[in-house]
């Protein structure tokens, strides 16, 4: 027997955190999603979004051994190194993980924004092809250290594996659309988070998105649908 998922309003955000504290070994996916299932609007998330799912994800990077995004995503959302609080720092040190998750971009091109290299400290982790054009550059001391999946396109279900045997089990994934496709395709999903937005935002395509391989739809289990500020914070596990 499974138990019943929670359904109800939280209070705060802290109430709100207290229920994404045991990540899955594996992928999670954190997305949003506005009422009519629009993944951005004008080529960003942030007009879906709030003060609330900014800040929880901020608490779910406190959480991962590794941030993995598409670099579309890194591209449009400008990302830089993660930022922990002094109270995530600490508790990340508790469990002997003191360092802050690195972003793992998932790339051919190799283009990623220069905030990801504002700090020599965090550098990004490139995940590409054997047939990248930046596969070359890579080890020249201005690139980042890189992982190299699969031949002409990365095989994101070999990304996870070798972020995994580099330690890094517990894999936070926030997007974009394309990449979670892939992953979705790969059944590389143990986890989905989100956040639906009491927002309309008609059509705004994103990516070059392929259609599915799945024969049937991946089925997932509630374990939360929250109510906060007319935002909905939802958990699926597979
Ligand atoms: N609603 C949400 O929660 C959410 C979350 C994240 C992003 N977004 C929005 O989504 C939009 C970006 O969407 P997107 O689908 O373009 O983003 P994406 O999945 O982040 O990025 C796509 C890019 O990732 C790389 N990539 C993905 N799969 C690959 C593979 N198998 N092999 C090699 N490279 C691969 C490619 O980069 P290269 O071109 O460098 O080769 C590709 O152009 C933005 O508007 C962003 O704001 C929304």
């Not at 994800?57 to 922990?84: S, W």
């Not at 508790?91 to 802050?100: D, F, S, T, V, Y």
Request: aromatic share 4%.
């Amino acid at each position: 027997m499974t138990d019943s998922p929670r359904v109800g309003a939280v209070g705060d955000i802290t109430e709100l955190a207290s229920f994404y504290a045991d990540p899955p070994d594996g992928v999670r996916a954190n997305m949003i999603f506005s009422a009519d299932g629009a993944a951005a609007f004008g080529g960003r998330a942030g007009p879906l979004s709030c003060p609330t799912d900014q800040h929880l994800l901020r608490i779910l990077r406190g959480f991962a051994d590794v941030v993995l995004v598409g670099a579309g995503t890194a591209r449009a959302e400008n990302y830089g190194p993660v930022r922990l609080t002094d109270a995530q720092r600490e508790n990340r040190h508790a469990e002997g993980r003191p360092a802050p998750p690195p972003i793992a971009v998932v790339s051919r091109s190799g283009e990623l924004p220069a905030r990801l290299f504002s700090d020599p400290d965090q550098p990004p982790i490139l995940v590409t092809c054997a047939r990248s054009p930046a596969r070359h550059a890579v080890g020249d001391g201005a690139r980042p250290p890189a992982m190299v999946a699969g031949d002409d396109s990365v095989d994101v279900s070999r990304a996870v594996e070798l972020l995994r045997e580099h330690g890094m089990r517990r894999i936070l994934c926030e997007g974009g659309p394309t990449l979670l496709d892939e992953l979705v395709d790969a059944d590389a999903i143990a986890e989905i988070c989100v956040t639906l937005a009491p927002k309309l935002a008609g059509g705004q395509p994103v990516g070059l998105r392929r259609p599915a391989q799945l024969s049937v739809p991946a089925a997932m289990r509630l374990e939360h649908a929250l109510a906060y500020d007319d935002y909905l914070f939802l958990k699926y596990r597979r």
